[in-house]
């Protein structure tokens, strides 16, 4: 069965810095990706960052890039996301989640291009709360 665990939210001040982690287990071979969204109160769950296991590529949403950095050890199955610069539009929910390529299958996974290939991602954590004061 696959689980994934975040750790690492909590509070911080405007312009601050945070590192939030996932810790993965169960992945198969095909589960290839791993990614970050994010979901502020209200709002629908966005795309943040995402890596695929067996090249490093990394993918970043434009909101965030050059602010976060994610990376992972695909042998420890863990990946983190770095968070510096953080500001108030930040704050959120954040969850990371296990994607694998695109099948055409119908269900509730949450699909994502990332660089030229499709994925699904429908294994998620319960999230981790990031809360960035003024």
């Known amino acids: 069965q696959v689980r994934l665990v975040e750790s690492g939210g909590g509070l911080v001040q405007s312009g601050g810095s945070l590192t939030l982690s996932c810790a993965v287990s169960?992945?198969?071979?095909?589960?290839?990706?791993l990614a970050w969204f994010r979901q502020a109160p209200g709002k629908d769950r966005d795309f943040i960052a995402a890596?695929?296991?067996?090249?490093?590529?990394?993918y970043y949403a434009d909101d965030v890039k050059g602010r976060f950095t994610i990376s992972g050890d695909g042998a420890k199955n863990l990946a983190h996301l770095q968070m510096d610069s953080l500001q108030p539009k930040d704050k959120a929910i954040y969850y990371c989640?296990?994607?694998?390529?695109?099948?055409?299958?119908?269900?509730?996974?949450?699909?994502?291009?990332?660089?030229?290939?499709?994925?699904?991602?429908?294994?998620w954590g319960q999230g981790t709360q990031v809360t960035v004061s003024s």
């Open positions: 890596l695929t296991w067996s090249t490093g590529t990394t």
């Open positions: 169960g992945r198969s071979d095909e589960s290839d990706a």
């Open positions: 989640a296990l994607g694998s390529p695109y099948t055409g299958a119908g269900g509730p996974d949450v699909h994502c291009w990332l660089g030229t290939g499709r994925y699904s991602f429908g294994s």
